[in-house]
């Protein structure tokens, strides 16, 4: 196996096989929560991959150089990812307020949602430190290259639920549901058929 | 007394009025992928409703001295700091850590704990922000058990919690959907679908009775008098409750 098909299988592997949101369940309050309308799960789906995968590389760079050669990272790894992410999302809202009125009338009101956003610890933690990358029976050695690969794929495949479920759920406002499902219960029954669809992806890959 | 029966007020409010996972909506995501197991869902909630209460505590002590502009930082690291005892504490049973996996690190951004924080420890008596968290938590826990059940009864025929069998249904074939990924969202939406069923009952039970003198809290009130608004005119055979 080379090294780019191991990277797309990688890639793969964590944007659809492992879905983040549909086989893991992991950062679902975003997920009902902006998937109301296609505009802003688009706006969403920008700001977590841009913040995720700056993230994970980040806190790459912390576990490597600073945790691990000072040996506490086994009970300084909460504290130290979760304030990587809450300062970089400060950090990136900055700079795209002062370089980009545009994008941040986009993005902005998205930044500070990310912070609580699941996803993005999971991501940094599974890619970075040992012990709880997700089975996907590829060969996995926390290089900094894998762990980006690892969390644009888990980021893509966050856009990608998310967005298509933003349209299903404009159809669904319309459609005659039975009276106590209406709203969140008849949302969660699309996202179980949604889910049972994505478990055949684990069949296609054969990981 | 008086103090009594509003810590208990406290506590119980967790309970329904204001249940994390089906009146508020936060904490979804550790609730459905942990419910596939009875035995995980009680490590879990015990880890929850340590962290909920340690942390209620200690943001209710320190909320005069916190800064308003970092008070979402400071209370990230205090939280952290409990969801690293339970992390270490976790660890000395290997097959329950393996199981919960990323999860105990993602209590941290469990939405339930920082909403508690800061909607409601960040100002609140000591003894009021401890029941707080304890009652948020054991509603999460039971909603948490009652998911669990469900799903492992109905989906693997059996309660199995420490090596110990519980209950076995004995039959074969079993709708294994409901242990595997879309079980989850199936079991909440039935849930939530019989929650909302109930609740409107109760709403147009205590309508047709004039409305009730101490509405319950905030947001819960008024979506149940909108609920009830946009529903038909409250029916007349209750009249006799």
New interface residues.
Partial sequence: MNEGWRFFLLFFGSALVANIL????????PF?GVSNSLETSLGMSISVIFVMVMASSVSWVAWNYVLEPLHVG??????T???II?SLVQFVEMVIKKSSPPLYRAMGIYLPLI????AV??AA??SVKPG?FTKLNIAYSYGFIESVVYTLGVAVGFSLVLIIFAALRERLDMAPV?K???G??????T???F??A??GFAGMFSL | MEEKRTLWGEFSKGLITTNPLFVL??????A??ISTRVESCIFMGLAVIFVLTCSNVIISLIRNFIPDQIR??IY??VI??F??IV??TLKTIPAVYERL??WI??I????II?ARAEGYASDAKVSHAAMDGLGIGVGYTSVLLIMSVFRELFGSGKIVIFNKTLINLGIKNMPV?LI???????T???L???L??YQ?RKTTIEISRELPEGLPEGAYAYETLRQSGRSSAPPVETKEQ
């Fill in positions: 549909l086989i893991r369940f992991i950062a679902l309050c009902f086994e009970f300084l790894y909460i504290p990812f979760i304030l809450a912070t609580t956003n699941c610890l999971a933690t599974e709880f039975p106590y499902f209406k969140i219960p008849i949302a969660f029954i996202a179980a058929l889910s049972l994505f478990m | 909506m936060v904490g979804l995501c550790s459905l992928a979402i930082p990230i690291v952290a700091s969801v690293t992390d270490l996996g990323v690190p993602l941290v951004v469990n939405c920082l959907i595997l990924f879309p079980g989850a969202f199936i909440y939406a039935l939530s679908a019989l909302a069923w409107e």
